[in-house]
């Protein structure tokens, strides 16, 4: 498992940059060290979007809202290509079918071999196909206590990062975690308060839609390393 471990500074991941190839070239620029994507196994085609289909109807929707839904949509093997390995993935695995899983696996085997990318999904089970792969991330994702509660024991054993929800984030859980060796990243951190609490709390990532946010933690650590003249 490869799991990125920048020197001096929390990890940042560029939350659904991945989503959108504009978003995706500011996460290459301002150094993130993962651009995440949501993907769906939909007709036999990886399509990177966050918005859910409507069954036969031609339409998205994201929560309330509803958007046309036919046209070109943006394929996984585009946005690895416009990544390269200039900003490693970090792919959200939303349809429930290990055929997306395998879908996934053999697109970055096709485009992009032998590159670190990270797997990440609610449906902990997804990740099984990508176990005992040496450059793949495997981060377990949890959003209310009860997933959390049902993740803990396989923290530090099966998983040794995990993708967690700000709420869930308080002081003794973090300590466990860190004395588990697990890394985790909390999503979403977009303000500087936000900010603040997890990293004073142990996180070792944090996930926002704040690029800008994420520049200021790259840029910040870097400016720190450079040497005085």
């Not at 918005?51 to 958007?67: C, D, F, V």
């Not at 793949?136 to 209310?144: E, G, M, N």
Request: overall charge negative.
């Amino acid at each position: 498992m490869s799991c990125p471990r920048p020197e001096g500074r929390p990890v940042a991941i560029a939350h659904r940059a991945g989503n959108d190839l504009a978003r995706l070239e500011r996460a290459k620029v301002i150094g993130a060290d993962l651009a995440e994507l949501d993907v769906w196994l939909h007709r036999g085609r990886v399509e990177v979007r966050h918005a859910q289909t409507l069954g036969p109807l031609p339409l998205l929707r994201e929560r309330w809202r509803l958007r046309p839904g036919w046209g070109p949509r943006l394929d996984l093997d585009a946005v690895i290509e416009a990544a390269g390995r200039d900003v490693p993935l970090m792919v959200d695995l939303k349809s429930e079918t290990l055929a997306l899983s395998e879908a996934v696996a053999a697109a970055f085997e096709r485009r992009l071999a032998g590159a670190p990318y990270a797997v990440t999904t609610r449906e902990w089970w997804l990740l099984e196909p990508f176990e005992g792969r040496e450059r793949v991330c495997l981060i377990p994702s949890a959003a209310w206590p009860h997933e959390l509660a049902e993740l803990l024991p396989s923290l530090g054993e099966r998983f040794h990062a995990l993708s967690m929800h700000i709420t869930l984030v308080e002081p003794a859980l973090m300590i466990e975690l860190a004395a588990r060796g697990v890394a985790a990243y909390v999503w979403p951190v977009n303000t500087p308060t936000d900010l603040g609490r997890v990293l004073g709390a142990g996180a070792a990532g944090v996930n926002s839609d704040s690029l800008d946010l994420l520049e200021g933690v790259v840029s910040t650590t870097a400016a720190a390393r450079a040497p005085s003249t």
